[in-house]
């Protein structure tokens, strides 16, 4: 062992199995050399039937420590505040980290030598990778339970003519998800190979798609397993008799800083036993298999490896998988801290789970995946500067938009934690009352769809004095879109109007401005801003919708009655929306036409009453379709990827296709369907941006669902229907609308109608 002195305690491999041999180096000017004599095989036997029970027991740990440790070296050992054992293939299979001594003095709480200090191994070998390369960049592969298929078939056993492939882990799968949105949370680019769906070709083709930093699976493994061709194998099981082994790693030109191996659940086979007791042994167990893989990667370049030695329980692997990334990525731990710190929380959750020993560490204890920027010092409980906490929510932002796929709910509600967890434990809180930080935050909670927690960051921002001036006007406009979004969400009118007051009076700063006597041009509202506006009156038309909509649902079937307030205000609020769009639409053909506001635009006319204009509207959304976008950077991304799958669902709604019973309609709806599907498969959306498709859309039902009821002609409601079930599409469980108009039915009683 050693701490951080560099006192390491090397237990390296003797000419003869019976002797260990210790190099203990200290603060004095020497090396102390011991040969620990031992009974061979005696250690192997307690190892053996202590890794086969899920139960920690006290006493195997008291009695590991009084075998493997010289006496003259336990008094050093129980003081030590970090430990680093550098071993050696042999010794590698021994389970160190459950060791138990008692504290010095005989004193405090009774623990495992692995969860009072940080544990990490190190290997001596000589046999390793000259020149390493290895990728800096957030990017993550990711794999759990994949496909088997095929095992029995390569790994027969004539003993065993009718013996299943190994069972499927769903254990493996649930933590494998719970990695990969972490790492998402934390900015990385995560791909992602989870489900029994997945085949060799294709995880090993992922593998090699990009230069990953960090690799975790979650599997099946074997260990000295006898393959079909005559040879043994150790490595994860892949399908088709196919193993994801070191030798894949090695043939990485970019090999990864940090593997994660928790394939410890193949000590779950049941394996046969054989003639050769030590035989079977070597099949049994998992730590050996844990060792020579570990040795593999270590030989081969990687950083740092993390790997379990033996089944483990898939509760205990999810909490360790979890607080080891958190502390690791989040709190920017070094590896053997973090390690220590995933230990510590297995243990705290059930300390009878044998879990918290069961993963090894090997690598370098003071690796750091996200490094602190120079001048941080050493305290890791917060930021040393304000620069540094905004660089960090910057980024969070930008994993948000660069991520390599569509976030689940399950990882907006990761990331959420995380972000309050931050602002908690590592801001202080002098900082977060400052208009950057304020500004920085609520535009991360936006991105994160928590539009309440950014209205008041915006709130906090704008209000206070800004001496260094880091917040932009742009402020206000985020925070009339955040309050637009509220109170529709809230049926709140009165906050949407205050959303439309605000950049109303921004536009009015703006034009008073472009006035001064100063030579320059007068400043009109940009495009950004009128689709604000626009949008805005359009949820508050939303809002008016919901409002007839409800009166006519509170009617008798027989009588219901049209509420003649709510469809004025309804259409004046169309009108207002459609009008601040083609504020900033521009001219087609020109550079400043923005197709972003001009389909918003051509939406809306097609639920208003027809005004001789519908041929041309239906050519300028064909315009848009084939490609013609704005030239503006704010437009640019999700939105311009979405302007044909967006422009031909205007186009089907001004033709009134989707309107139409039969096949007719269901053809245009299926058109739509396929572009948005086909559009959204490519494209990673941040919460706020899927929020905003779908409410859009779901706007556009309740409006023709307004339409139905106003004019009682029964195509809206299909329309309605039909936009439904696209919301379902884009995004599964949001197009559930509880203020569907309600249909006479026979008998005389209403039911509401369903999607499709």
Not at 18 to 24: G, T, W
Not at 437 to 462: M, T
Not at 491 to 519: K, S, W
Not at 673 to 688: G, K, N, Q
Request: proline letters at 4%; glycine letters at 8%.
């Amino acid at each position: 062992p050693a701490d951080a002195a560099g006192r390491p305690l090397r237990a390296a491999r003797t000419a003869v199995t019976d002797r260990l041999r210790f190099l203990y180096v200290g603060q004095r000017a020497r090396a102390e050399s011991i040969v620990h004599q031992r009974q061979p095989g005696l250690v192997e036997m307690l190892v053996r039937q202590q890794i086969h029970s899920t139960v920690w027991q006290e006493s195997f740990g008291r009695a590991l420590f009084q075998l493997m440790v010289p006496n003259d070296f336990k008094d050093a050992a129980r003081q030590l505040e970090r430990i680093v054992l550098v071993v050696d293939e042999y010794t590698a299979n021994l389970p160190w980290e459950l060791m138990f001594a008692d504290s010095p003095g005989g004193g405090g709480e009774k623990l495992p030598l692995a969860l009072r200090t940080p544990v990490v191994r190190q290997f001596a070998t000589s046999e390793f990778r000259r020149q390493v390369r290895q990728g800096f960049e957030r990017r993550a592969f990711v794999v759990g339970n994949p496909s088997v298929e095929g095992f029995t078939r390569a790994f027969s056993d004539p003993r065993r003519p009718d013996a299943a492939n190994p069972p499927p882990l769903p254990g493996a799968e649930s933590e494998a998800n719970e990695v990969a949105a972490v790492l998402q949370a934390m900015g990385y680019q995560v791909l992602s190979a989870i489900g029994a769906d997945w085949r060799a070709c294709d995880v090993l083709t992922r593998l090699y798609q990009e230069n990953h930093r960090l690799l975790h699976i979650s599997a099946h493994g074997v260990f000295d397993q006898l393959h079909a061709d005559g040879r043994r194998r150790s490595g994860v099981v892949l399908s088709d008799g196919l193993l994801l082994t070191a030798a894949e790693i090695r043939a990485m030109e970019t090999v990864p800083e940090l593997v994660f191996l928790s394939c410890c659940h193949l000590g779950k086979i049941d394996t046969v036993p054989v003639a050769d007791t030590a035989a079977a042994a070597t099949v049994r167990d998992g730590n050996l298999l844990a060792a020579s893989v570990a040795r593999e990667l270590i030989d081969c370049g990687v950083r740092c490896v993390v790997v379990a030695g033996w089944a483990v329980d898939d509760q205990g692997a999810l909490v360790f998988g979890n607080a080891f990334y958190r502390h690791l990525l989040i709190e920017r731990l070094p590896f053997g801290e973090a390690v220590h710190e995933a230990r510590t929380a297995v243990w705290r959750s059930n300390a009878q789970d044998i879990t918290w020993g069961a993963f090894q560490a090997y690598g370098d204890p003071g690796w750091r995946a996200e490094p602190r920027l120079e001048g941080s010092g050493n305290d890791d409980s917060g930021y040393a500067s304000v620069e540094e906490l905004l660089d960090e929510l910057v980024s969070r932002r930008a994993g948000l938009a660069r991520a390599s796929r569509q976030q689940t709910r399950r990882e907006i509600e990761t990331s959420t934690r995380n972000l309050r967890r931050l602002l908690k434990e590592r801001c202080p809180a002098g900082w977060r009352r400052l208009p950057a930080v304020q500004f920085a935050v609520g535009a991360l909670w936006a991105d994160l769809g928590q539009f309440a927690e950014a209205r008041n960051c915006y709130l906090d921002a704008l209000q206070d004095d800004d001496d260094a001036g880091q917040v932009p006007i742009g402020a206000i406009e985020q925070l009339a879109n955040i309050e637009a979004r509220l109170g529709e969400v809230s049926a709140d009118p009165g906050l949407i109007e205050r959303a439309l007051g605000r950049l109303a009076d921004l536009d009015q700063v703006v034009a008073e401005a472009g006035r001064q006597p100063d030579g320059a041009a007068p400043v009109t509202a940009g495009g950004e801003r009128s689709a604000l506006r626009g949008g805005a009156a359009k949820r508050l038309a939303s809002l008016h919708a919901t409002r007839l909509l409800a009166a006519w649902n509170g009617g008798e079937a027989q009588e219901r009655a049209v509420d003649g307030d709510a469809v004025a205000a309804m259409d004046r609020a169309l009108h207002d929306s459609a009008r601040f769009y083609a504020a900033g639409e521009g001219r087609p053909g020109e550079r400043s036409f923005r197709a972003y506001n001009a389909l918003n635009r051509l939406a809306l006319q097609a639920l208003l009453p027809d005004d001789g204009q519908r041929a041309a509207a239906i050519a300028l959304a064909d315009h848009c379709r084939q490609g013609v976008s704005g030239g503006s950077a704010s437009s640019a991304g999700v939105w311009d990827a979405l302007i044909a799958a967006d422009a031909l669902l205007v186009e089907r709604l001004l033709d009134q296709q989707l309107l139409q019973p039969g096949e007719d309609g269901e053809r245009a709806y299926e058109e739509v369907a396929r572009a948005y599907a086909e559009t959204l498969a490519s494209l990673a959306l941040r919460p706020r941006d899927l929020d905003s498709i779908v409410s859009q859309i779901g706007m556009l039902s309740r409006f023709c669902d307004a339409r139905r009821v106003t004019s009682g002609e029964t195509g809206w409601q299909l329309a309605a229907d039909r936009l439904v079930a696209l919301v379902e599409q884009v995004w599964p469980g949001a197009g559930q609308r509880a203020d569907r108009p309600l249909q006479p039915v026979a008998g005389g009683d209403a039911s509401p109608r369903s999607g499709r």
